[in-house]
């Protein structure tokens, strides 16, 4: 499965300010020296040598990601639908090929999950189908809510007519994988999910404040935190910040690394950023995430910063 993110800030969107591409310009101008514009190959390896908080962005848009299949390529999963899910939707209009069959998921209903949908373009094609799942019963009506007067031009009545609401109560197999969910701690309940395609498995866990309970060594546990190869975790905030913010429903970049340890996953991807987080304090975040790793004893957890069109295969 291939794993895209389209959207990966918490809480609203943050893009970057004029200042703030000013400062990654500028930075650039006064570290250029004549050898390293000399040739097409010095210039590209200075390029590929810049700290990549100065080189790119994490990205403003809210949590959105999808999951593909290559031996599938008419089914698309996606999880959330922050803003990102407007980049994601341009995409597909740029694919040129025959609408999909979109299955969106939802952790949970705050604003900077559901904001995108009204702008999420193949849901107006008529000949796209869309599915929409979560373990809440009154999905279709908040979802429906947004999409009012005075909130929004459109209703969802503007969609296409191919679409369904499944309120979970169990897993779902799709794609010839199965898809299964599990309550965690979050103001008004959120819900983590893990894709299981048989060989590999994938955990998207947002909006989540790590509890003692999580850790807690039993089957329920084990069966849905074991063996998982990539984890997308809530990590919004620095320790100190989680401290102040302790009981928002978030976590500490710390607890997502011991979190991932303690169950032996492989590949941790920290997420749901604080917005007004820098590109270089996430960066350092980052490092920090990659010292705190060396403090475990079991070896082999990578970690990586979610970025906007980060795309990773399993
Ligand atoms: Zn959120
Ligand atoms: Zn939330």
């Known amino acids: 499965m291939v794993i895209r993110f389209w959207g990966v800030r918490g809480s609203l969107p943050a893009p970057l300010l ?4 000013q400062e990654k310009i500028a930075f650039v101008v006064r570290h250029i020296q004549a050898h390293d514009i000399e040739s097409t190959a010095s210039r590209e390896r200075f ?9 790119g962005t994490v990205g403003g848009n809210t949590t959105c990601l999808s999951v593909s299949f290559d031996d599938d390529p008419a089914n698309l999963l ?12 341009l995409s597909e209009s740029q694919r040129g090929k025959t609408a999909r069959h979109y299955h969106i998921f939802f952790s949970h209903f705050h604003w900077d ?10 849901a107006y094609n008529p000949a796209s189908s869309l599915d929409f799942y979560s373990p809440k019963p ?3 009506a908040i979802l429906s809510k947004q999409m009012e007067i005075p909130y929004f031009p459109a209703t969802m009545d503007s ?14 197999s799709l794609c010839g994988s199965t898809i299964y969910y599990r309550k965690m701690y979050h103001p008004g309940d959120s819900y983590s999910y893990v894709v299981d395609d048989g060989q590999h498995r994938f955990l998207f866990a947002t909006d989540v404040e790590l509890r003692d309970a999580d850790f807690c060594i039993n089957e329920e546990n084990k069966a849905f935190f074991q063996n998982i190869d990539l984890a997308v975790i809530d990590s919004q905030y620095t320790l100190e910040e989680f401290i102040e913010k302790f009981d928002w429903g978030h976590g500490a970049f710390s607890s997502a690394v011991d979190f991932a340890a ?3 996953m492989k590949h941790l991807i920290l997420f749901h950023h604080e917005p007004v987080y820098h590109d270089k304090k996430l960066y350092a975040i980052l490092k920090a995430s990659e010292d705190h790793i060396k403090s475990h004893k079991k070896a082999g ?5 979610a970025t906007e069109e980060l795309e990773i295969s399993i």
């Open 18 to 21: 004029p200042s703030q591409v």
């Open 47 to 55: 390029l590929s040598e810049l700290p990549l908080w100065i080189f």
């Open 78 to 89: 996606i999880f959330d639908a922050g803003s990102g899910i407007r980049e994601l939707g």
């Open 113 to 122: 999950h559901i904001m995108g949908l009204p702008f999420f373009l193949p």
């Open 138 to 140: 009154q999905l279709k």
């Open 159 to 172: 969609f296409t007519h191919q679409i369904l609401f499944h309120h979970i109560t169990g897993s779902v």
């Open 262 to 264: 303690h169950w032996g």
């Open 301 to 305: 957890l990578r970690v990586t910063l």
